[in-house]
């Protein structure tokens, strides 16, 4: 079995020498440049193909839906980490249509209301979490996503909507949120009348502060209503609004702008999700995030110019902020949050929905014009068809888009088994085989640990056992025989301290010993009998930043600032670990805010590096790997795209970690996660 992995591993090796430009950072700078020979000359890899293995238990995180008004069978789905999707049988099989494109997150469809063939895509997840994907503009298809066109806005990183003149097709307008971790880039309301061939930017705010919707008057399409969303996120904070969130509208197709605010939180403002009723267009409604939990739901009647507070109900605007009106009900409006609120008087009161044999966490709903009983939800698990508004649900299991944090694998026989842990689908075991004659079936696949799942570890020895963890610190071993889970996170000692754990802590299996594990929050702990107990083996190895000190959007902001901290892990904890497999006891540990320590005698002392030539000061550590050749030499991955930087940085050192080189040459650009 070894020998099976070693061979894996070789190829995949292979596979990352295609690239020509690779060799020369083989090269021993020092001697003269020659043609080095192809190791590839003369082997075909074509039998080499990816086959999916599950699981289908489980979907993932769905961002929007565009669905064919004159047949609904025929739709489109956004996965908000996994491309456009296409049914044109009401969803017995989708396809996968956006695979060959610039970006796999999406944010926003869009369907031409005058030639269903004709669709648009908004890549970039229209959300501002802490491990949101970003894209690379907007896409449009002419035949039904067979094919798509780059139409632009390249470094909006982040669409929240499209929307088309029913009038003239070549109308269209784009809600660019715009880069969540930097300032500037293609952020504000933009306007083609071509088609897509140019943009005008009809709304500008800031370099701060984006336009997350646009809404239409569908009596008259020249009316507009766009929110404006002032965010900012980087690896130690979410400030999600300001000054400078609002309503704006626009009577004359975006030639001019007024703000429509009479009635709204006077402070700083966050996320405002907004819908106009279908079913008597002069109400309007908008969810509004605010400073101070002074958000709630208001209702215009007279198209904007005053809001009446409904209710106190809001939700986040990291995740949902999201509401859409029932097309034939006035009153009835959802909004999506971890469980889809109803309210059927106009926001006086809201409801569950209901999420029954459903998975929570909902970011995109559709229902239909003709029949409002019948409704589509996305969710983090995937999609949901209901046909009694929402008593009871039906899931598609086929649309494969579970978002993996980290994948491992184990030296089972016959078969080696895969494991790892998913955003908010827990963590997961499944064969890479079986010798059932209907292949890999959703019963081979074991959830491990619930919750967000992480890193997933099997002992080397005994792959009956395996190390899931979950959220902020959470950690399990699970027996696969027996199905027992037993809780082992490290506990503080008396008088100690509440330990840091990051939202994604490591773990380690020791390369010297199957029952020995390394676990890390802001100190390093270890166990030798698999985590029954613990012993704390370094100090705090962060920096120690007090991150309520740090501007972001130019300046300190107070710490009632709208969702200030929201949703992100506490600030200074180790992310990364690894044991030299020829040396047991030295230890590299890397923190989220650029630190790396080492030590080489088991933690009875380390030392610290947090300057590296070339790096960003305090940039996230995201991965180490001890070589397994020289006892001296570790890699190391820096990772600083929530600072807006996707520059690659991967660092070598031969002194056991105090000095460092770069080895990042001609890797193209990128933020690197792995090595």
Request: with cysteine; glycine share 10%; aromatic share 10%.
């Amino acid at each position: 079995m070894k020998k099976r992995l070693e061979l894996v591993a070789l190829v995949l090796v292979i596979c990352g020498l295609l690239a020509p430009d690779l060799l020369a950072q083989r090269r021993n700078r020092n001697t003269p440049e020659s043609t080095p020979k192809d190791p590839l000359a003369g082997i075909s890899l074509n039998g080499f193909k990816f086959r999916n293995v599950g699981p289908a238990l489980t979907s993932g995180r769905i961002a929007d839906f565009a669905v064919n008004p004159d047949n609904p069978s025929e739709f489109y789905v956004a996965a908000a980490a996994g491309g456009v999707w296409k049914t044109t049988n009401a969803g017995t099989t989708f396809d996968p249509i956006f695979d060959n494109y610039g970006s796999y997150s999406i944010g926003a469809l869009a369907m031409d209301p005058n030639n269903h063939n004709v669709i648009w895509v908004g890549t970039g997840e229209n959300n501002n979490q802490r491990s949101v994907s970003y894209g690379d503009g907007v896409y449009k298809s002419i035949d039904g996503g067979a094919s798509f066109k780059h139409m632009g806005l390249k470094n909006s990183e982040h669409i929240g909507m499209i929307v088309i003149d029913p009038r003239n097709s070549d109308v269209v307008y784009v809600a660019a949120t715009g880069p969540l971790w930097s300032s500037g880039g293609d952020r504000g309301l933009y306007k083609t009348t071509d088609g897509g061939d140019t943009w005008n930017l009809v709304l500008e705010i800031s370099e701060h502060t984006g336009v997350n919707e646009v809404h239409m008057d569908p009596r008259n399409p020249d009316v507009l209503y766009a929110t404006a969303h002032q965010r900012r996120r980087r690896q130690w904070t979410y400030l999600g609004g300001g000054p400078e969130s609002g309503i704006y509208k626009s009577t004359d197709a975006g030639a001019s702008w007024e703000k429509i605010n009479k009635g709204l939180p006077g402070g700083d403002k966050g996320r405002i999700g907004m819908d106009i009723s279908p079913a008597n267009p002069e109400v309007i409604y908008a969810i509004v995030e605010a400073q101070s939990g002074q958000g709630g739901f208001y209702r215009s009647t007279n198209r904007g110019a005053s809001w009446q507070k409904m209710s106190n109900h809001s939700t986040s605007g990291n995740y949902y902020q999201e509401i859409v009106a029932d097309p034939k009900d006035v009153d009835r409006v959802y909004s999506l949050d971890t469980f889809t609120g109803v309210t059927v008087d106009g926001g006086k009161t809201f409801t569950q929905l209901g999420e029954q044999s459903k998975h929570w966490d909902n970011h995109a709903i559709w229902i239909d014009p003709r029949n409002n009983m019948h409704l589509m939800e996305g969710c983090d698990g995937g999609v949901y068809e209901s046909f009694d508004q929402g008593k009871t649900w039906k899931f598609f299991t086929n649309i494969p888009v579970t978002q993996f944090y980290k994948v491992s694998v184990d030296n089972a026989e016959p078969f080696y088994n895969i494991m790892g842990g998913t955003q908010d689908n827990y963590s997961l075991h499944g064969p890479s085989q079986t010798v059932s004659a209907h292949g890999i079936i959703s019963s081979d696949w074991k959830v491990t640990q619930g919750g967000d799942g992480f890193e997933s570890v099997p002992d080397p020895v005994e792959p009956n056992i395996v190390y899931a963890q979950s959220q902020n610190g959470g950690l399990g071993r699970f027996d696969l025989k027996s199905g027992e889970s037993v809780t082992i996170i490290p506990r503080p000692r008396k008088g100690e301290k509440e330990y840091n754990f990051n939202w994604d802590s490591p773990i380690l299996v020791s390369p010297h010993d199957h029952k020995t594990l390394y676990y890390a929050a802001n100190k390093v702990f270890k166990s030798t009998d698999r985590g029954d107990s613990w012993e704390v083996i370094s100090d705090e190895l962060d920096q120690d930043i007090d991150r309520n000190l740090l501007p972001i959007m130019g300046k300190v902001w107070p710490m009632d600032a709208v969702a200030k901290n929201g949703s992100t892990s506490r600030y200074g904890a180790v992310v990364a670990l690894d044991e030299s497999r020829l040396k047991a006891g030295l230890i590299y540990a890397g923190s989220d805010d650029g630190q790396i320590s080492v030590t080489d005698d088991g933690g009875q002392n380390w030392f610290k590096i947090n300057s590296f030539p070339g790096v960003p000061a305090n940039t996230y550590v995201y991965d180490l790997i001890a070589s397994k050749h020289d006892e001296n030499t570790v890699y190391a991955a820096f990772n600083n795209h929530k600072s807006g930087d996707f520059k690659p940085y991967v660092y070598v050192s031969n002194d056991k970690g105090r000095t460092w080189k770069s080895i990042s040459n001609n890797l193209p650009e990128g933020a690197v996660y792995a090595l």
